[in-house]
């Protein structure tokens, strides 16, 4: 299965690309998951606006999607495409 399957998910790598499930949308995105290394730490904030942000290493990195719903809860999902 691939990550369009998932209603209501939003997710970036991609090699610079982020999907928007809910408009069923691909773009561009300022950040690769190919330019991590071993050892390298991903975190992924959803702020209290519903902005996603990504920091590597404790570093802010890019905004990615805007308007995610805070009202419910959230999950994360790792994809593993091309690395595993």
């Given amino acids: 299965d ?5 209603q209501a998910c939003w997710t970036v790598g991609y090699d610079g690309q982020m999907y928007d ?6 773009t561009d995105l300022a950040w690769h998951g190919r330019d991590l290394r071993v050892g390298d730490r991903v975190a992924l904030q959803i702020t209290e606006a519903g902005q996603m942000r990504i920091y590597v290493n ?3 990195v890019v905004d990615a999607h805007a308007g995610i719903p805070c009202d419910r809860p959230l999950f994360a999902l790792v994809d593993l495409i091309g690395t595993a």
């Fill in 21 to 26: 499930a809910q408009e069923d949308r691909w």
């Fill in 58 to 60: 404790g570093k802010f």
């Fill in 2 to 6: 691939t990550i369009e399957g998932v």
